[in-house]
Each structure stands twice: as structure tokens, then as C-alpha cells.
């Protein structure tokens, strides 16, 4: 490692960085020479995945496993923000802010471990939170670092969606009650829309609020909608279409109200998924 990011060895990332300044490279490669390789928080993820498994509610019951689930999300913050602190110089830590899609990453699984029952989505939720503990704080490191090009912000988009959509299964599972639901799948679409907010380069003190709305909004309509047996994936799909038009919205009016071509674009999304959970809600 680099002795730049507070390690007294000089390991081979230094050595290459002095080569390349004696050889007159730009100083480009430098910057991203900062950033820690994913190796350590994708095994962390793994280990966080791996004990949640252990605390889902039909080993410890619901309340319990909530609880545990809590602080096993309040400890993923804890360790991420403090290998921050180790790894990037003091004006370049990206705080708590980089944790938020993390955090969000945990509680989706707990929920789905809880709410979902097939193998097959509770396995490949596991796979999601480990990747996005493991990959969206090398992400973050680039933004820190002036560093975030278009691929970059895609790839958080992503993994915001894959973060986000077993949540949504999750909440038109008969399995959670109504308290639960609105808990959960709120708590995780705000965290999501706060990071997705600002990959949009929404100002923090603006897109923290936006993101509070929009998952007061989501966690609302998936209480109303109610849960269902039959076409619980159709109803987290259209949600996941209403999350994309109330965060695109919310984007808008934070930055500029007068965008009326944009907002209109993204309220079109709002009231097809308007309308879709109507005509669902009606047949079943």
C-alpha cells in the first residue's frame, strides 16, 4: 500500500506510482492508485451476508431477527466508514454518504430472508449484497476522487435497482405484516434514492429530504396495495416503475422547478405505475 493513505509500508502501488513520475506519466493513474482494490469489502459482504442468513426470523422469530438485523447494518457502517478512514487521506473520506447503498444492501436481504420464500430469489439477493458491499465502495472512491465517469454512475444505478427490487418482492409477500412492509421497504427505497439522488450530483442537504419523501411515498402505496400470492412480482416491478419516476421527479424539483419538459417525462412514469397498480389491485 501507499504510505500516502496513512500505511508506513511502501508496498508495490507506491513503487509503480515513482516509476511512472520518474518516467513523466500523467499523474491521472495516480488518483486511482488511492483507491482501495474491493478484495476486503467484498469478503466483508460475504461475512455480513453469511451471519444475517443465521438471523432470519424462521430460526430466531421476527422481532428478534429484526433487531439482530439492525445492528448487524448499524456494524456494516461502522466497519465500512472506519476502513475509510484508513485507506483515503481526511479530505477525500466519503463519510457515511458512501455507506447509504451498503446499508440499504443489508436491510434487503434481511427483508427478503424474512418475506420471500423461494431458494432462488433469497440466494440471489445474498449474491446482490455481497457485490454491492464489495463494489460501490471502490465506486465512491472514484467519485471522491474526481474520478466518476458516465460508466461509473451506471453502475451505481444498477446496483441500486438490484438493491431495491427484492425489496419491492419483499413487500408484496403475504409474509410481512402491513408495520413491517411499510418499514422496511420505505427505509430501503429512501437509502437507494439517496445515493441514486446523488450520483445525480443533487446537493446533500436536497437530496436527503427527496430521498425521506420518496420512500415515505413507496413504503405507503406497497401498505396500501396490500400483499399478494399471485402476481407479487408484477406489483414489484410496477413499483420499481414508480420509484423511478417519483426519484426522477424528485431530481427535478430539487435542482429546477422550471424543467417542465423533464418533470413531465418522469411524471409519465408516475402515472403509468398509477395505473397499472389500479388495474392490478382491481382483478385480483
Not at 446499508?103 to 449484497?129: D, I
Not at 427484492?166 to 421497504?185: D, E, M, N, Y
Request: charged share 15%; with cysteine; net charge positive.
Amino acid at each position: 500500500m501507499d504510505n500516502r493513505t496513512g500505511f508506513r509500508r511502501r508496498g508495490p502501488a507506491f513503487l509503480a506510482e515513482q516509476a511512472r513520475q520518474a518516467l513523466g506519466v500523467s499523474g491521472d493513474i495516480r488518483s486511482l492508485a488511492e483507491i482501495p482494490l474491493p478484495l476486503v469489502h467484498t469478503a466483508f459482504g460475504a461475512a455480513v451476508c453469511a451471519v444475517a442468513v443465521l438471523l432470519r426470523p424462521q430460526e430466531i422469530g421476527l422481532q428478534a431477527s429484526a433487531i439482530a438485523a439492525g445492528v448487524l447494518a448499524v456494524i456494516t457502517v461502522m466497519v465500512l466508514t472506519g476502513y475509510d478512514k484508513l485507506v483515503y487521506p481526511p479530505e477525500q473520506r466519503p463519510g457515511l454518504e458512501g455507506a447509504a447503498l451498503p446499508l440499504g444492501a443489508v436491510v434487503a436481504f434481511a427483508a427478503v430472508l424474512a418475506g420471500v420464500t423461494p431458494l432462488s430469489v433469497r440466494a440471489a439477493a445474498g449474491v446482490v449484497a455481497a457485490l454491492v458491499i464489495g463494489g460501490v465502495p471502490q465506486l465512491v472512491g472514484r467519485r471522491v476522487l474526481g474520478r466518476e465517469g458516465w460508466l461509473v454512475r451506471l453502475l451505481r444505478d444498477i446496483a441500486g435497482v438490484l438493491v431495491l427490487a427484492p425489496v419491492l418482492l419483499a413487500g408484496a409477500s403475504p409474509v410481512l405484516a402491513t408495520t413491517w412492509r411499510l418499514a422496511l421497504v420505505g427505509s430501503v427505497t429512501a437509502l437507494v434514492s439517496f445515493d441514486g439522488l446523488r450520483t445525480e450530483r443533487l446537493p446533500r442537504m436536497r437530496a436527503a429530504p427527496a430521498a425521506l419523501a420518496i420512500g415515505a411515498v413507496i413504503g405507503g402505496v406497497a401498505a396500501l396495495v396490500g400483499p399478494s400470492t399471485g402476481n407479487a412480482g408484477a406489483r414489484a416491478a410496477i413499483l420499481l416503475v414508480l420509484w423511478y419516476g417519483l426519484r426522477g421527479m424528485g431530481g427535478v424539483l430539487a435542482i429546477d422547478a422550471r424543467r417542465g419538459a423533464t418533470l413531465l417525462e418522469y411524471g409519465a412514469f408516475v402515472m403509468l405505475a398509477a395505473g397499472a397498480l389500479r388495474w392490478i389491485t382491481l382483478q385480483s
